[in-house]
């Protein structure tokens, strides 16, 4: 495999797990500032803040797979 296909492909993982990072970030602090009770819930130590990050993705993973149908 050539050399610059290998840089390539490194920049191109580089650039999607940050890109998944960020959206993880948004999609908590989103979730948190949007639902005031259950961030008082998680500064008041009734729920771990481990299952308060967690719980934002059941609905809405950081990154997903986009299916286009060709006619």
């Known amino acids: 495999m050539p ?8 920049i191109l993982m580089i650039n ?6 960020v ?4 999609q908590a602090i989103f979730a948190m500032l ?16 481990e299952d308060a990050v967690e719980e934002p993705f059941a609905p809405s ?3 997903s797979t986009c299916r286009c149908a060709s006619p």
């Open 16 to 21: 999607a797990g940050y890109e998944t990072t």
């Open 34 to 49: 949007t639902s005031p009770d259950q961030l008082d819930l998680v500064r008041s130590g009734q729920v771990a803040w």
């Open 3 to 10: 050399i610059a296909v290998i840089g390539h492909t490194m």
């Open 23 to 26: 959206n993880v970030i948004d």
């Open 61 to 63: 993973p950081p990154s």
